[in-house]
């Protein structure tokens, strides 16, 4: 009986492990790009961490910058045919 | 009402009315992003638009890596145009025009923090305290003088100009030439602005740029 409970441990420990990890790979892949659009922005890279929680991260990340002063400057497009 | 809200939300692969949401939500915000870099806001929008196609989200998230790196309007908006702006290239051994005051930027910055450049065994340090400096290989102790010791780097090579928190750079013409990120600078271009660049490179001397 123990045995089989230390079995189901175990397997949902690797799997819990398995899923962290490629969550982490996978912010990794938004972390990277982020990091570099918040320092050019003028905020600290660390923002970009915010991609690691889970589910809503990106939107915490979009919000930062969508929303809040850029301390760079910001642009504001071209005219079209201009 | 006959129509099946469900049924539509399948046809767009949308397993929720959360989804939808957070898609036009996200679309938003990336319309914004996309114009806070200077480009159109439907760039942005469209990037998130593209997860409902059969691409799927490895697009968006090229677009992505895409939008981080590269040269954003936002970056030339703030010094080109400047008056005194190189419009062509110098004669080589010709003197440096004069250093010209920049206008009030778009927007000021409210960092007043001195600036440092860093790289090949040299520090370069400056500040608001001048409109512009010299950048050049070979200084003759002007207080205006940022000397790098290179014999890639002209004499003179660039110049900096500094206003409202912000900082700008202008090739001189120099043969050993300038790249900001990468990207060459020519005097054609003109000062451009480097507020937000990260590593400058001045003949065979790369710099990093940070504030002091």
């Known amino acids: 009986m123990f045995t089989v ?68 400057g910001e642009g504001r497009p071209r005219p079209a045919g201009s | 009402m006959g129509i099946d809200i469900a049924a539509i939300l399948g046809l767009f692969g949308l397993t929720s009315a959360f989804a939808l949401v ?9 319309w914004r992003i996309a114009a806070k870099a200077g ?6 929008a469209g990037a998130i638009l593209l997860t409902l196609t059969g691409i799927g989200s490895l697009v968006s998230l090229i677009l992505l890596w895409v939008f981080a790196f590269m040269r954003w309007p936002r970056d030339g908006l703030a010094l080109a145009g400047a008056p005194g702006a190189a419009h062509a290239p110098m004669a080589r051994g010709a003197a ?4 010209a005051a920049l206008p009030p930027p778009p927007r000021a ?34 207080p205006d003088e940022l000397v790098l010791a290179d014999p890639s780097v002209g004499r003179p090579h660039a110049r900096l100009l500094t206003a409202a928190g912000r900082i700008g750079l ?21 000062p451009r ?20």
Not at chain 1, 25 to 43: D, H, N, T
């Open chain 2, 39 to 44: 480009l159109p806001g439907w760039t942005g």
């Open chain 1, 5 to 72: 409970i230390g079995w189901l441990i175990g397997l949902s420990m690797f799997a819990l492990m398995v899923v962290l990890v490629v969550h982490v790979l996978f912010a990794l892949l938004l972390i990277v790009p982020s990091w570099r659009i918040f320092e050019r922005a003028g905020y600290s890279g660390l923002l970009s961490l915010f991609h690691l929680v889970p589910v809503i991260g990106p939107f915490i990340v979009m919000a930062i910058l969508a929303f809040g002063d850029w301390p760079n």
């Open chain 2, 109 to 142: 910055l409210a960092d007043r923090r001195g600036w440092t450049l860093s790289g090949g065994g040299t520090t370069l340090r400056f500040d608001d305290g001048r409109a512009s400096y010299t950048v050049t290989g070979e200084g003759s102790g002007g």
């Open chain 2, 170 to 190: 202008q090739d001189l013409g120099s043969p050993g030439g300038t790249y900001i990120d990468g990207a060459r600078l020519l005097p054609a271009h003109g």
């Open chain 2, 96 to 99: 440096p025009m004069a250093p």
């Open chain 2, 22 to 30: 957070a898609l036009v939500l996200a679309g938003w915000m990336c």
């Open chain 2, 193 to 212: 602005d480097i507020t937000a660049a990260r590593t400058l490179k001045l003949g065979n001397v790369e710099l990093a740029l940070s504030r002091t």
